[in-house]
């Protein structure tokens, strides 16, 4: 993010005397210069509860992304496709940006099943697989980040069906207990994770790691923490928007400590790892974890095979600085720049 530059006043006074000829001093502090970064969530929105907080963190950072769309998927938990497109629809609706901030249903089968069928006019995903395609081709210079925080199938489906996009995307996915086997989305769907592997597209992985101290499960909140920073936080809505465990809310503030009330936490400290959320996290500010490229693996039967003789390289996140993210999220929530709509 740029930070403008902050001038004492009397050098201000000087400058502005210096350049009295101007039709104002304005022109004294630059103009931001960073460009944003284009991002495409693909989601199982209502999964569990860090995915909202994933979509919220990135509709409300408008000053460094712009949110090309979102894509949904269907996982075994959280319901049919209907109901992961409703719950990223709420999290839209509870930032003020539905419907200028389009959601999208994407595949409920996985890769394989899927694939042989692509050619057919309404295949299962076909809504998703369309839309990621075509934001690709944006006339836009600047690649598109297609961020996965679910299963991978759309983007597997998308790749499969127009390699040609490979050159124009970045994908960063949120997933795997690597080098360990497991991990919800990667079980997902993980026929679709070794197409990824394989592709000829930049392809990072922001790795889960359950009960270790260095991947995204480390990103933990508690309840306590969530009701004591996220009550009336977001911006108001007008329309409010029921809860999927009811209830009524204008705020995602609100709707958070909703959702924290209603999941079970884990831990010695009870808490919920906000995975998805510290995926974004670190497309916003790299520095929140450490990036190490390796040569892509390949997954048999569940379990993880080297190929050190690969040319093949992707790039793992891990080492995710927990504090640091929490704190920017909680920022965010406080002086939050809406998306744009365009």
Same mark, same amino acid.
């Given at each position: 993010?740029?930070?403008?530059?902050?001038?004492?006043?009397?050098?201000?006074?000087?400058?502005?005397?210096?350049?009295?000829?101007?039709?104002?001093?304005?022109?004294?502090?630059?103009?931001?210069?960073?460009?944003?970064?284009?991002?495409?969530?693909?989601?199982?929105?209502?999964?569990?509860?860090?995915?909202?907080?994933?979509?919220?963190?990135?509709?409300?950072?408008?000053?460094?992304?712009?949110?090309?769309? &979102?894509? /949904?998927? *269907?996982?075994?938990?959280?319901?049919?496709? !209907? #109901?992961?497109?409703?719950?990223? +629809?709420? $999290?839209?609706?509870?930032?003020?940006?539905?419907?200028?901030?389009?959601?999208?249903?994407?595949?409920?089968?996985?890769?394989?099943?899927?694939?042989?069928?692509?050619?057919?006019?309404?295949?299962?995903?076909?809504?998703?697989?369309?839309?990621?395609?075509?934001?690709?081709?944006?006339?836009?210079?600047?690649?598109?980040?297609?961020?996965?925080?679910?299963?991978?199938?759309?983007?597997?489906?998308?790749?499969?069906?127009?390699?040609?996009?490979?050159?124009?995307?970045?994908?960063?996915?949120?997933?795997?207990?690597?080098?360990?086997?497991?991990?919800?989305?990667?079980?997902?769907?993980?026929?679709?994770?070794?197409?990824?592997?394989?592709?000829?597209?930049?392809?990072? &992985?922001? /790795?889960? *790691?359950?009960?270790?101290?260095?991947?995204? !499960? #480390?990103?933990?909140?508690?309840? +306590?923490? $969530?009701?004591?920073?996220?009550?009336?936080?977001?911006?108001?809505?007008?329309?409010?928007?029921?809860?999927?465990?009811?209830?009524?809310?204008?705020?995602?503030?609100?709707?958070?400590?909703?959702?924290?009330?209603?999941?079970?936490?884990?831990?010695?400290?009870?808490?919920?790892?906000?995975?998805?959320?510290?995926?974004?996290?670190?497309?916003?500010?790299?520095?929140?974890?450490?990036?190490?490229?390796?040569?892509?693996?390949?997954?048999?039967?569940?379990?993880?095979?080297?190929?050190?003789?690969?040319?093949?390289?992707?790039?793992?996140?891990?080492?995710?600085?927990?504090?640091?993210?929490?704190?920017?999220?909680?920022?965010?929530?406080?002086?939050?720049?809406?998306?744009?709509t365009r």
């Amino acid at each position: 993010m740029h930070h403008p530059v902050h001038l004492r006043p009397a050098l201000v006074a000087m400058i502005c005397a210096a350049a009295w000829l101007t039709a104002s001093c304005a022109a004294v502090r630059p103009e931001p210069t960073e460009e944003k970064v284009r991002v495409l969530l693909d989601t199982d929105a209502n999964n569990e509860l860090d995915d909202q907080h994933a979509i919220a963190y990135l509709l409300l950072n408008g000053d460094v992304f712009d949110v090309e769309g &979102i894509t /949904v998927n *269907r996982t075994r938990g959280g319901g049919d496709i !209907d #109901a992961q497109a409703l719950e990223a +629809e709420r $999290i839209v609706r509870l930032a003020g940006l539905y419907p200028e901030i389009p959601i999208y249903k994407g595949a409920s089968g996985s890769f394989e099943e899927i694939r042989r069928h692509l050619n057919q006019p309404d295949f299962d995903g076909t809504e998703a697989v369309r839309f990621i395609i075509e934001q690709t081709y944006e006339d836009d210079t600047r690649p598109l980040v297609l961020l996965p925080v679910g299963k991978l199938t759309n983007v597997a489906l998308a790749l499969e069906k127009d390699p040609s996009i490979a050159s124009r995307v970045r994908v960063v996915w949120l997933g795997s207990n690597y080098p360990q086997p497991g991990e919800y989305n990667q079980v997902s769907d993980e026929g679709a994770l070794n197409y990824l592997l394989d592709a000829d597209v930049p392809f990072e &992985i922001a /790795v889960v *790691r359950y009960g270790e101290p260095s991947g995204t !499960d #480390a990103v933990r909140v508690t309840l +306590e923490e $969530i009701r004591e920073e996220m009550g009336g936080k977001g911006p108001r809505v007008t329309e409010a928007v029921e809860g999927r465990h009811g209830g009524s809310f204008t705020k995602f503030g609100d709707y958070s400590i909703n959702l924290f009330e209603h999941i079970d936490l884990h831990g010695t400290t009870p808490s919920r790892a906000l995975y998805d959320m510290a995926a974004v996290a670190i497309v916003k500010d790299p520095s929140w974890a450490r990036s190490v490229e390796i040569p892509a693996p390949r997954l048999v039967d569940g379990e993880w095979q080297e190929r050190p003789e690969n040319p093949r390289r992707i790039t793992l996140w891990e080492n995710f600085d927990r504090d640091a993210i929490l704190q920017d999220f909680f920022a965010t929530m406080n002086n939050y720049v809406l998306a744009d709509t365009r």
